[in-house]
């Protein structure tokens, strides 16, 4: 910038002899150079500032991902009840700095600026980076979350690498209704670990079912007599 100064400057000086036509034209010719070394100046500079693109997240061997989705099922009527799902949910990720080597001795602080939450893992896995971990112990809310690192030796303390780097959490959210399958199922009300063969009365119930699983207490049906004939058939 003062250079561009001391150029305008001169030019101006140097030429008063010359028509002023001249001299605006060289003069504004200067004022557009100073302007255009500064500009240069500010890119290097936020350049210089920027998140580290060498830094992020990945899943095993896959390439650095700054979006991460999850998905929620919601389930309504006789079995409500949600149900997540995604990478953002439930997947394994690991996070690498690409200058920096991995090695037995270090160790790497995650700290999440968007929520507060911090994690450090051992920075060791060849080609891979940090322990294994799940985005939901870094962060999985819907939006922007920027992430400071520190990459350091785990008995000196040495730190070997710092920056940051930005990573977005989407979701999205589908509605479905889940009835329940009732089962009639036979007991013996007088000894639960009998077989119903050895009982003198046989009771019913009725079960409810989700998805084929179990749920809930059963409720009583009714009370009979079972036809000794009859024992065999499927009990």
Known sequence: MLLASFLVFRFYTHHLSQPIWMKFLKFALCVGFAFLSLASVSRVVANNSSENEEAGLHIEFSELKDTFHRHLVKYEGDCPGNYWSGIAQTGDLRFIDRQTNPS??????????????????????????????????????????????TIYNRQTKEILSQGNFVYFVTSSVETHTRYAEWKLELYCPSDRDKKLADCKEISARKVKYCDGRRTGNPSHYKTFDLDRKTVEIDL
């Open 104 to 149: 037995k001795q270090l160790k790497v602080d995650l700290i999440n600026l968007s929520t507060g939450k911090k994690i450090t893992r051992k920075y060791q896995k060849p080609q891979l980076g940090s322990n294994d971990f799940n985005l939901t112990q870094l962060g999985n809310r819907d939006g922007e979350h920027k992430i400071d690192y």
